[in-house]
């Protein structure tokens, strides 16, 4: 069995990104600048936006975090993104989610200017993803690509099965899968609540990654030996051992899969850390597209 170490990756990832940015600050060019909106006090969300600042620093990036109260009005936060969008210092910008009840997500983002989405999920990116032309890949899924390419994975021919269907993960993740590229060219079904017969959909999967945001949906039993296991869920259990009192778990039971599995990403450690190395990826591209 393989461990598919999405952090050693992305550390990797990282440092080349890193060197690039080494050469474009030689050639005299500025230095790449990833802003982020954060809206409220989500311990989760404010962990993950973080983690991304951090990464910024890492590779020699710019970045500026913008935090909005939870009571923050409409209005004000799509007028902070007008202000992100017409800023000529900054490249990419991210709004990170989930945003408060009150305000309506769609509408945030669509007013990210399409060349600054490096988060890729306005429409105009969303549209072109599906089309096969160039734009910016949403981070989750580009991420698992990434991993499949430097793992070696052969993806051509194989039955590649995604449970959860949402704008940011399964829906984009079928669509690079059925692409005619490498990796790529997969037979792809997507899976979802209403979907019947799940086990036997998933026990035919050569690449089964789970998107559902549910702690160890996916068990052995529903898993093809030698099959690669792509976890891309992250929830929060309770752990008494830990000082803490929980731990971040994947949607995948972890210790039955991987005695089944050809190949398997952790949680934490695995498609995580790539989702914050293919965010720099796409802020390089905007940063290198506008020079
Ligand atoms: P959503 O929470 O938006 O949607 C969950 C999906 O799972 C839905 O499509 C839903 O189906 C499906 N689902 C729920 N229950 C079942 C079931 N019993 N059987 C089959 N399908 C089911 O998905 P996200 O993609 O936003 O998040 C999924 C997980 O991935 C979360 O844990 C999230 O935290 C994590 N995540 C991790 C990232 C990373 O960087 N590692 C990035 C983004 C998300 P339906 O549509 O029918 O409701």
Do not use: W
């Amino acid at each position: 069995m393989t461990l598919i170490d999405g952090k050693s990756t992305s550390l990797q990832i990282q440092d080349e990104i890193k060197s690039l940015v080494e050469v474009r600050t030689k050639r005299g060019q500025k230095k790449p600048h990833l802003a982020a909106i954060i809206v409220g006090d989500n311990p989760a969300s404010r962990a993950y936006v973080g983690h991304k600042i951090k990464a910024c620093e890492r590779v020699g990036f710019e970045s500026t975090l913008i935090e909005l109260s939870e009571s923050v009005r409409e209005e004000q936060l799509l007028s902070e993104v007008e202000a992100l969008n017409n800023n000529d210092s900054i490249d990419g910008f991210i709004v990170q989610l989930p945003l408060p009840d009150h305000i309506d997500d769609q509408k945030v983002l669509e007013a990210v200017r399409p060349e600054k989405d490096v988060d890729g999920f306005h429409p105009v990116n969303a549209g072109n993803l599906s089309l096969g032309l160039p734009g910016f890949q949403p981070a989750t899924p580009a991420g698992i690509m990434e991993l499949l390419k430097r793992y070696k994975i052969e993806t051509s021919g194989k039955h590649a099965v995604i449970i959860g269907r949402s704008a940011i993960v399964g829906t984009p993740m079928t669509l690079l899968l059925s692409r005619n590229a490498n990796p790529g060219n997969c037979t792809v079904t997507l899976c979802h609540s209403r979907t019947q017969n799940l086990e036997e959909i998933t026990r035919s999967a050569d690449i089964l990654i789970a998107a559902i945001g549910k702690p160890h949906f996916v068990t052995k039993s529903m898993i093809k030996p030698g099959a690669v296991i792509i976890d891309v869920g992250i929830n929060r259990i309770p752990d008494a051992s830990r000082k803490s009192g929980n731990r971040l778990t994947g949607d995948v039971d972890f210790e039955g899969a991987a005695e089944v599995a050809g190949s398997i990403t952790p949680v934490p450690g695995g498609v995580g850390p790539m989702t914050i190395a293919m965010l720099l990826r796409n802020t390089l591209q905007a940063a290198d597209q506008r020079a």
